[in-house]
């Protein structure tokens, strides 16, 4: 595992990774897009997913259907869409040259858990619990990851001189995706004890069984 970091650490990183800032339209569609997922989560946590229809997440986030539908085009992926994927893609860029590959998206890894627990830990555990109890959810999911991981390969793919579709850039992108998700899963089921550092130990745990090999 790599040392641990500082918070002040921690947040002057973000804060130098931080994309460019966006336009005026492109903020009141994040904050739009926020809205309506902040009040889905809402009713999802007061009522249960099943009994939570669009048409009131709309008319709670003060917005028509088919707005949300614009930003969400199916229940799921209020739950399932973020805007993570580019932050995380970014951070596997920014490993040094010489990394390992492995190590390289162990610590892309890390990076982004810990900006999107920060970001909002609360709503970060709830998606999680969603995520594992409803199978809709876990359903969707499959496709999700594979955007996920096809950022990976690409951003993998660079610094191996391998094609993006290659085996075992497929191999490692999707057993390290599938860790990760075991871990958080484990560390909702646990009650989520400890701290962010607490976290990524478990998370360096379930990456470390792929990086030795599958051994038990």
């Not at 999707?174 to 701290?195: C, I, K, N, Q, S």
């Amino acid at each position: 595992m790599a040392p641990a970091r500082t918070d002040a650490a921690d947040d002057a990183a973000a804060d130098t990774d931080l994309p460019p800032k966006p336009s005026l339209r492109e903020r009141k569609k994040l904050q739009t897009r926020q809205a309506v997922r902040r009040t889905a989560y809402r009713l999802f946590e007061e009522q249960g997913y099943d009994a939570t229809p669009v048409d009131q997440i709309a008319a709670e986030a003060e917005v028509s259907p088919s707005t949300v539908f614009r930003y969400f085009p199916t229940k799921e992926d209020i739950v399932l869409t973020d805007e993570y994927d580019p932050l995380l893609e970014k951070a596997l860029r920014e490993r040094p040259a010489g990394e390992p590959p492995v190590a390289a998206l162990r610590e892309a890894l890390y990076t982004s858990i810990t900006r999107i627990y920060r970001a909002d830990a609360a709503e970060t555990l709830q998606r999680i619990r969603l995520i594992r109890d409803v199978p809709a959810l876990r359903g969707r999911m499959s496709e999700n990851s594979a955007e996920t991981a096809w950022l990976l390969r690409r951003a993998l793919a660079e610094r191996t001189g391998r094609s993006p579709d290659d085996l075992e850039l497929r191999i490692v992108t999707g057993a390290m995706l599938g860790a990760l998700t075991e871990a958080m899963y484990a560390w909702v089921d646990t009650g989520m004890p400890g701290t962010l550092e607490d976290l990524r130990a478990l998370v360096t745990r379930a990456l470390g069984v792929l990086e030795r090999g599958l051994t038990l």
